[in-house]
């Protein structure tokens, strides 16, 4: 197994140094930076399993700096070394998401064994992510990557949600997650040990759509040969999940409305009806304000869904999440094509960043993933994600542009990233994976400050 990896950073040579010499004892892979921006552009070029850093840096503080981790890759695990510890120091490090917090002067006995418990953490994480993968449930523990403002806001929804048994129901675009938000809304209930089953309502045809959600008898219809529990009954206990819900008939519609009120299900052909005790949770990404103004979803069912309604952002209203997601993308296709993509480029995520993505977070996971079934093995770099390099088509009536030079791509991506952040700096930074001091000094070389 390769052996995981560690940045250090401190201002002090001499903890440096002895925290290299220590680390790299214990079998770790370690780098070491003297402040925040150089661990930045380390984290930047490679991917990493833990960090430790100092609180008290010049330029950068160690909590400043967990936060801008967190925000590149959420995986990573960080540990807040300080020799001026105090108790609001700490909380606020853990409320950032620090996995512990060490005083100094360092015990080495008690960083060795912490290392351990962190290494023991991530291992006992990938463990289960293969081992639900095997079983097909890779969907059901995949983390919400991204603390971006709107996705702290859908966080804080799912945390109080989760502990009742409320409908739910989930609008979003297609590709924004919503079968994601409703599986960590049952990991995160008291029915998280039953069944969680999604169901795409457009993909079920129509005429065996009713057997399909409540069942059948031996007997009900031709080709019926045996009886059928049907969904509803088989997530009893659990949730049930019904993805693009507005698109079932209006007679389906009057008998989920019934079910829901009821809390009973009459299978196909069955005169005797059986109680089920279900969680649903729907989703759609069309309106439905729109659809029951026209006539294609009932008022009622839509008032008994949306008790409980949470809005996906799209992709292109959270762009500070994308490092994150490419990150866990590559983690991911790291470990199914068994490779070592140490990162991406500041070019390709610079490009990244400025793309709208009209496909979401899963046009991105797809556009990672065909670099690597192209065969990158390095870095993802702008030529391997061609769909954002299309060549231009030439007519006579549009002669050809010439080729942006690199510098001339860098500065539409700079003002476009400023553009859409409102000129905050340090957001398009951030989402450029680019320090603030670069973003200060490219405008200056535009003339623009």
């Not at 060795?112 to 639900?132: I, K, N, P, Q, W």
């Not at 169901?199 to 759509?209: D, H, K």
Request: aromatic share 6%; with cysteine.
């Amino acid at each position: 197994m390769e052996a995981a990896k560690v940045i250090v950073v401190d201002d002090e040579p001499a903890i440096l140094n002895l925290l290299k010499e220590a680390l790299g004892k214990w079998g770790y892979q370690v780098v070491c930076a003297s402040n925040g921006a150089e661990a930045l552009d380390m984290l930047r070029n490679g991917l990493f399993d833990a960090a430790l850093t100092d609180v008290r840096m010049p330029d950068m503080s160690g909590l400043d700096l967990l936060r801008a981790i967190k925000a590149h890759d959420e995986s990573i695990e960080v540990v807040i070394m300080t020799g001026y510890p105090t108790i609001s120091s700490a909380v606020e490090a853990l409320r950032e998401g620090a996995y512990d917090y060490l005083s100094k002067p360092l015990m080495l006995d008690e960083l060795r064994h912490l290392m351990a418990r962190v290494m023991e953490r991530r291992f006992l994480r990938g463990e289960v992510h293969t081992l639900r993968a095997r079983l097909g449930e890779e969907l059901t523990v995949n983390e919400l990557i991204g603390n971006s403002p709107p996705m702290q806001l859908v966080k804080d929804i799912i945390s109080k949600v989760a502990v009742t048994d409320s409908p739910v129901l989930i609008e979003g675009e297609s590709g924004t997650g919503k079968e994601l938000v409703a599986a960590a809304i049952h990991r995160l209930s008291e029915r998280a040990k039953m069944p969680f089953i999604p169901v795409n309502c457009s993909a079920i045809p129509a005429e065996l759509l009713e057997s399909e959600f409540f069942g059948h008898v031996r007997g009900a219809f031709s080709g019926a040969v045996a009886d059928a529990l049907g969904l509803f009954r088989s997530a009893n206990q659990g949730t049930i999940f019904l993805d693009e819900i507005v698109e079932l008939p209006p007679t389906l519609q009057v008998k989920l409305l019934r079910v829901l009120q009821e809390m009973q299900v009459r299978p196909v052909g069955s005169t005797k009806a059986y109680p089920v005790d279900v969680r649903v949770i729907a989703a759609t990404n069309r309106n439905l304000e729109q659809a029951m103004t026209d006539g294609s979803f009932r008022q009622d069912l839509f008032y008994r869904l949306n008790v409980v309604r949470i809005p996906l952002p799209p992709l292109r209203d959270r762009r500070d999440d994308i490092p994150a997601l490419v990150n866990h993308f590559l983690r991911r296709f790291n470990r199914r094509f068994r490779r070592d993509v140490r990162g991406i480029t500041p070019e390709a995520i610079m490009t990244l960043t400025a793309y709208d993505f009209p496909g979401n977070v899963r046009e991105l996971e797809n556009m990672i993933e065909r670099a690597y079934a192209m065969g990158a093995r390095d870095q993802i770099t702008i030529s391997d994600l061609q769909i954002l390099g299309r060549p231009t088509v030439v007519t006579p009536s549009s002669p050809a542009k010439p080729i942006p030079t690199l510098a001339e791509v860098e500065r539409e991506l700079i003002l476009k990233a400023l553009a859409v952040f409102k000129n905050d700096k340090e957001a398009a930074a951030r989402a450029l994976g680019i320090s603030r001091r670069t973003i200060y000094r490219r405008l200056k070389e535009y003339g623009m400050l």
